[in-house]
Every structure is written in structure tokens, then in C-alpha cells.
């Protein structure tokens, strides 16, 4: 039977234990291409179509993801795997547009 163990540390100050560093990022490898829509000496912003028209009605979502507690477990063979206790929430919106208002 494995047991668990909670920390009692609050994972928003980090872990309760110094790992070994993790040592300097590895430099990114993305490609930008910045004159995709005009050569950058010619940048300038461009406004929408004329025959484009806003929605009518904008939906928003939106959610977060929050840590509660870093777990761990001890394991009959004597090894530990970690872990995370976690909870999330997510919900939407409508706004809504009166084309007649100022």
C-alpha cells in the first residue's frame, strides 16, 4: 500500500526544499518572421477592411489554475514519486453590442 504525505509548505513561496539548480536556459530556436506583412522599414499599423464589421457579440473566457499543496509518496520499495494537489476553475462571458448607442 503507498502512502502519501502532504507538504505543509504553501507552494506560492516555492518548495520547501532547495533542489539542485536546473543551470542557464537553453537559447531559443524559434524563427521569426517579421516581414510577413510588410518590410519592417515600412511597418505601420493596418486597420481592419472597410467591408469588415465588428461582432455583434463578444465571448470571453477565461480560467485559472492554482497549486493547493505539493505531495509526495512513499512507496513500498522504498522510492517517492512527487506530486501536486491542484484545482482549477474556468468561465465565459457574452458581451453584448447596441450599434444605436454613442
Do not use: C, K
Not at 5 to 19: K, R
Not at 73 to 101: I, K, N, Q, W
Request: aromatic share 10%; proline share 9%; net charge negative.
Amino acid at each position: 500500500m503507498n502512502r502519501f504525505f502532504v507538504d505543509a509548505w504553501d507552494p506560492g513561496y516555492g518548495a520547501s526544499f532547495e533542489a539542485a539548480p536546473a543551470g542557464p536556459a537553453a537559447p531559443s530556436s524559434a524563427q521569426v518572421e517579421a516581414e510577413h506583412e510588410l518590410p519592417a522599414v515600412d511597418w505601420r499599423a493596418i486597420g481592419p477592411r472597410p467591408e469588415v464589421r465588428a461582432p455583434d457579440v463578444v465571448l470571453l473566457v477565461d480560467g485559472v489554475r492554482r497549486i493547493d499543496a505539493s505531495i509526495w509518496t512513499a512507496e513500498e520499495d522504498g522510492g517517492s514519486f512527487p506530486g501536486l494537489a491542484a484545482s482549477y476553475a474556468a468561465g465565459a462571458g457574452a458581451a453584448t453590442f447596441d450599434r444605436g448607442a454613442a
